[in-house]
């Protein structure tokens, strides 16, 4: 359930940021304390997730981890080539 | 002005956000430009796709400043702003305001915080005030979060490419604050950069934060301040001696 609540996060964050929100995919790969978010957008709008020098990439990871902490737990946001 | 009208607003409802404003242009006979938008409240039926009764519910007050330097105020500058208001369509200048809000809204409820959101628009930018609960959470070490937040926010509302109006995301009056304390900061390493006779070097801030510091020491003649580094790691350099 906490896990579909970051899933969700940034599903709505990322399809916000691209052109192609329809091609947006976002899966979960849970661990005993930190899980990962898998997030895959279409090639066209990788720029668009990651930004200038990382920049998207470490906002939307700021507010994952700010999020997650909430909920007593860590995420780490991976975007999927 | 003859007649000095100060800050009246008025409330309107509408079925959405728009055409409360809609309506506000209509009755007021302003255009868009003229007026000062506070949204008080949304439509329910919009944005998730909920259907329910609540109206969205907007404050406009006509903006204070007034262009109309001929002899007779009141008509001329009345029937230019009609026409304007017809050619804009009227409308369409809420839209960025109205949309950041429920951005900032819809990634604040998937983050966990259900905090109430107002939006202002002043003149150049935007700002989206989040009603926080004191815990300071959501602005994270050195404004991190909520710097992350209001850049997203940007990002997604600019993406378009076409020239729209800057968000600035606040809570807690941390903005503010946060200018205050640089400012402090700032004089205070400006004394120590005079009394050692030795640069002092700042840590690394965002062009925003060190655009403040800069302002803070403009007026003192005896400093200098540059910046050095790239990106993230732009830093400031303050350096006894005079201007130069």
Known sequence: ?81 | MSESSPKESFEFEGKTIDEAIAKACNELNLSREKLNIEILTEGAAGFLGLVGGKKARISASILSFNMDFDETPGEAPLAATKQKAAESGGTEAGDTALEARELTKGILQRMGFDFPVTAREDGESVTIDIEGDGSGILIGKGGQTLDALQYLVNKALNKNGTDRKRIILDTENYRSKRESSLEALALKLGEKAKRTGKPVTVNPMNAHDRRIVHLALQEDKELTTRSRGEGAFRKIIILPGKKG
Request: no cysteine; net charge negative.
């Open chain 1, 1 to 81: 359930m906490d896990g579909d609540t970051m899933k969700d996060l940034i599903k709505y964050i990322a399809q916000a940021l691209v052109d192609h929100p329809d091609q947006v995919d976002v899966s979960e790969v849970v661990g005993e304390q930190t899980s990962v978010i898998e997030l895959r957008v279409t090639k066209e709008d990788l720029g668009k997730v990651i930004g200038k020098q990382g920049k998207t990439a470490k906002a939307m990871r700021t507010i994952l981890s700010a999020a997650s902490s909430k909920l007593n737990k860590r995420s780490v946001l991976e975007i999927i080539e």
